[in-house]
């Protein structure tokens, strides 16, 4: 698992309420990366970290915010939630120079009423 | 735009049968290429990746990688029940990845 934990694993919310979700890694890895997961449509890259307060933006970053203050935490929060964010989102990581293998943590189910 | 397709099947295999997971991608200056294993309701694990033409194997695992004609083929010999899951295809560019939509198999007993 790389030493990647996700919180919280599940989240009810509703539309229009801000969500963060938080990833935790031990591993010390430069790479951070958020994606979500939908039936259809398979894993799909949000944002991404290169470094500490380094990111950038995925294929599917519109209504998500991160952020990367410590190596070992990357955020991801949804500024005012929508039901078509309902989805399952995953954290990875990946490792230093030369490392091209991603880490997967253990996912977040997020639903939007 | 980087793009990776797979057949979402399902794809059903006897035990004991060799599944044949296949993948084609669009980029043919992509170098890396990996397998995710995804059961239900859990986060992908990397079953093996791949750089090299040819095949590579690792126990009952084999993958193979064609360049020339932009596949890459996933083979699980002996398929056993525990095998059954949804796999994921992915090749990286700049240090990020992306996956096809991924092959849900079932070995039936």
């Known amino acids: 698992d790389a030493g990647i934990t996700q919180s919280p694993r599940h989240k009810v919310t509703e539309t229009g309420t801000p969500v963060t979700l938080r990833c935790h890694q031990t591993?010390?890895?430069?790479?951070m990366y958020w994606y979500r997961q939908d039936p259809g449509h398979g894993l799909r890259l949000i944002h991404y970290s290169y470094g500490v307060k380094d990111t950038d933006k995925g294929e599917v970053s519109d209504g998500y915010s991160v952020s990367r203050s410590k190596t070992e935490d990357f955020l991801l929060t949804l500024e005012s939630a929508t039901s078509s964010q309902t989805s399952v989102y995953f954290c990875?990581?990946?490792?230093?120079?030369?490392?091209?293998?991603?880490?997967f943590g253990p996912g977040t189910r997020l639903t939007v009423l | 735009q980087k793009e990776v397709e797979q057949n979402s099947g399902p794809l059903s295999v006897p035990e004991g049968a060799i599944a044949s997971l296949n993948c084609t991608y669009s980029d043919r200056g992509s170098q890396s290429f990996f397998w995710y294993r995804q059961y239900s309701g859990k986060s992908p694990e990397l079953i093996m990746f791949i750089y090299s033409n040819g095949d590579k194997e690792d126990g009952r695992f084999t993958a193979q990688l064609n360049k020339a004609s932009q596949y890459v083929s996933l083979l699980i010999r002996d398929s056993q029940p525990s095998d059954s899951a949804t796999y994921l295809c992915?090749?990286?560019?700049?240090?990020?990845?992306?996956f096809g939509q991924g092959t849900r198999l079932t070995i039936n007993p």
């Open positions: 992915a090749l990286e560019g700049a240090q990020k990845l992306v």
């Open positions: 591993e010390n890895h430069r790479y």
């Open positions: 990875a990581t990946m490792g230093g120079v030369g490392a091209d293998t991603q880490y």
